[in-house]
């Protein structure tokens, strides 16, 4: 090739480059277009699904037919030009966010998944919400060590080749932490569906079970409580039953087929399917066997529910049937009339999803959506419904039940229950509005 | 194994005492051997956590005076000086009784301190030596751990602060909300399953507030 030619192409790659990068940025709402905490960001949204919409229907005409783009006539990278592959530059606003008011530190606090991106039920490991409690420590695999220990007939301490060798299981299971859509209590606050329902996430994860240690060690009569604690700068640590523990709960090495991120516990960490996600012990170092529980901060005077009495529930431990509408939601608004395929995530710490109802006015009727892909138990679970919008203002809801035949509540039936002062636990109908300019906005609402 | 009702009350089940039995985990001999018996130095290492009954509770002791000491050095930053959380975003560890943990006492929001909310003293002395000082955890010694916890107990005038704190002196604590937690009595809520006309009206209760909700950087931290 002359060089000329090669000047050409390199220019106009880069032509290409740059109006990639224009288009980038106006798929990028949150970055760029939005108005940091300003009274715009109510109109952003629209103005979002507006440019969003334009953005996808305008490209760039010198890639689109009749005319031949660059990429179909140039080589693209070779092979491990990224030796770990990375998410494509043109979705780089997919990425975990914080909301910063909600704790005094950046360790001490929390990511939320952008599900509003995501398909499917599996969440991308760089995506996994974060909740850590001093920060996430970086611990070299040789340096790593289990102790098990307690009312054990044999005491042992495994190095994490060791817990390796013993038979191993895959499961897939959803962690949510209990402070999901805890901002919702006293009345609608977070106007994203990343802040209102982003603190849940779902992975194979893959690991020995505990029970297989537990047959292995030997478990002394008597001991009915086991607290697992975490290596990281908080000594995260919980009680949890015997019972549970020796059910279904893994110590897990690896996550969606690869081994565990830093922030999800690397190199081990215990996963308790349906339980409080903060019980799902990470970077875990020890599990002691005990015959009474250990009543530690993260289960007193944290993770416990105080009703408008001044009593307050402890051990509350189950993450109770939740669902929540995904598309349409604040982040991408309806593009316009007609068929628009609502699509949403359900999940239960009770077993499997049985069912999910879809209201388009705020629940004074239902109808049934259809699950989509795999129905596990305890994990999260597709469902969508096909819907034809008239154009009209309408509150968009949806319903899970499961096969304990729970159903999910409203916020008005949890309030009269348990007052608004409650911070965890709330899994409540959430509320759509939308606007007929196709505009999403968090509402609560209450039916009479 | 037998699976259980997680949905249920699962302590109804760990207290009424249905427990699998140790024969299930009878582990005499073991099947795969891997790993080692670790020593009861390497245990004591790690084996830091607190019960209520005291178990775990190491030897040592510390006075008032000295709490209020390393308080002022390790604590008062983000707690306040007074340990009433500064003002700031920080948990207020003093003050309050159970009493205000009532709506109708404190509107506003339950004032949670170790004092009015913790039902354990155990487990100041646990969460102090295990995370704190945020940022420099594990670092405190075991008479400085107790001096601290006593400090922070006196001045919820649950300890006599002439007394030096000890293993002891932290069991004999009776914290005033230790009776203020119950179990879990879920499913507490029953939606019934209705499709049809479930409500004559519905209406909007109110809206996600605007300016609260992070945009661009700033949900970077």
Redesign the interface.
């Known amino acids: 090739m002359g060089k000329n030619i090669m000047d050409k192409l390199k220019t106009k790659s880069r032509a290409v480059m740059a109006q990639a990068e224009r288009e980038s940025a106006l798929l990028e709402p949150t970055r760029r277009s939005f108005l940091r905490g300003s009274v715009a960001t109510m109109g952003a949204a629209a103005t979002l699904g507006a440019t969003g919409g334009a953005a996808f229907a305008a490209g760039n005409p010198e890639n689109l037919p009749p005319n031949v783009p660059e990429w179909s006539k140039m080589l693209g990278d070779r092979v491990t030009a990224e030796p770990y592959g990375i998410p494509s530059q043109y979705e780089k606003n997919v990425h975990r966010r914080t909301v910063p008011w909600l704790t005094p530190t950046a360790e001490s606090s929390i990511s939320f998944t952008p599900i509003q991106d995501l398909h499917g039920i599996i969440t991308p490991n760089g995506l996994h919400f974060e909740r850590h409690h001093g920060g996430f420590p970086h611990i070299p695999k040789e340096d790593f060590r289990l102790i098990v220990h307690g009312m054990v007939k044999n005491e042992r301490m495994f190095t994490l080749q060791d817990l390796m060798r013993f038979p191993q299981v895959s499961r897939i299971h959803f962690v949510e932490c209990p402070a999901n859509s805890g901002a919702e209590w006293r009345g609608a606050q977070m106007d994203k569906l990343q802040f209102t329902h982003g603190m849940v996430s779902c992975c194979e994860w893959t690991g020995v079970k505990v029970s297989t240690l537990m047959e292995e060690l030997g478990v002394k009569p008597g001991a009915k409580w086991v607290l697992a604690e975490g290596a990281d700068a908080a000594g995260m640590s919980r009680s949890i039953p015997i019972e549970k523990i020796g059910d279904d709960c893994i110590l897990a090495y690896a996550q969606n087929g690869e081994m565990l991120r830093p922030e999800q516990g690397y190199p081990l960490r215990l996963i308790v399917p349906g339980f409080e996600g903060n019980m799902n012990v990470k970077w875990i170092r020890r599990l002691e066997f005990g015959d009474m529980p250990w009543h530690h901060r993260e289960e007193t005077s944290k993770y416990t529910d105080t009703l408008s009495n001044g009593k307050s529930r402890r051990f509350t431990w189950s993450m109770d049937t939740k669902s929540v509408i995904t598309s349409p939601c604040p982040e991408y608004p309806m593009l316009g009339k007609g068929y628009h395929q609502i699509r949403g995530l359900a999940w239960s710490g009770a077993g499997k999803i049985k069912g999910v109802d879809i209201s388009v006015d705020g629940g004074k009727n239902w109808m049934p959506a259809r699950l989509e892909g795999m129905v596990l138990d305890k994990a999260l679970t597709r469902f969508v419904f096909d819907w034809d919008w008239n154009g009209q203002e309408v509150l968009l809801q949806s319903r899970a039940y499961d096969e304990t035949g729970y159903v999910q509540p409203t916020i008005d039936q949890l309030r009269a229950v348990r007052g608004t002062w409650s911070i965890y636990h709330n899994n409540s109908i959430h509320t759509w509005l939308v606007k007929k300019s196709g505009e999403v906005q968090n509402v609560q609402v209450s039916g009479k | 194994?037998?699976?259980?009702?997680?949905?249920k009350s699962?302590?109804g089940?760990?207290l009424g005492g249905?427990?699998?039995t140790?024969a299930?985990?009878?582990?005499?001999e073991?099947?795969?051997g891997?790993?080692?018996?670790?020593s009861d130095k390497?245990?004591a290492g790690?084996?830091?956590?607190?019960?209520?009954?005291g178990?775990g509770l190491p030897a040592g002791s510390g006075s008032y005076e000295d709490g209020e000491a390393l308080y002022a050095e390790h604590c008062a930053a983000?707690h306040g000086d007074f340990a009433d959380g500064g003002g700031?975003?920080?948990?207020p560890l003093v003050g309050g009784t159970?009493?205000?943990?009532?709506?109708?006492?404190r509107p506003g929001?339950?004032h949670?301190t170790?004092g009015s909310?913790?039902?354990?003293a155990?487990?100041v002395f646990?969460?102090i030596k295990?995370?704190m000082p945020?940022?420099n955890?594990?670092s405190l010694t075991d008479d400085e751990v107790y001096a601290i916890t006593g400090f922070l107990l006196a001045e919820n005038d649950l300890h006599d602060s002439d007394e030096p704190m000890d293993a002891e002196a932290l069991k004999a604590v009776v914290m005033p909300n230790v009776d203020?937690?119950?179990?879990?009595?879920?499913?507490?809520?029953?939606?019934?399953?209705?499709?049809?006309?479930?409500?004559?009206?519905?209406?909007?209760?109110?809206?996600?507030?605007?300016?609260?909700?992070?945009?661009?950087?700033?949900?970077?931290?």
């Open positions: 194994m037998f699976k259980f009702p997680v949905n699962v302590l089940l760990v249905v427990l699998m140790s299930a985990y009878a582990g005499d073991m099947k795969y891997f790993g080692v018996k670790p390497e245990i790690w084996d830091i956590d607190i019960r209520p009954d178990q983000c700031g975003r920080y948990p159970p009493n205000e943990l009532a709506q109708s006492v929001q339950p949670k170790i909310y913790w039902p354990y155990s487990t646990d969460y295990r995370a945020f940022g955890a594990q203020g937690f119950v179990d879990d009595p879920r499913p507490d809520v029953k939606n019934p399953h209705c499709m049809k006309d479930c409500f004559k009206s519905v209406e909007i209760t109110s809206k996600a507030t605007l300016g609260v909700t992070p945009t661009g950087e700033e949900a970077l931290r």
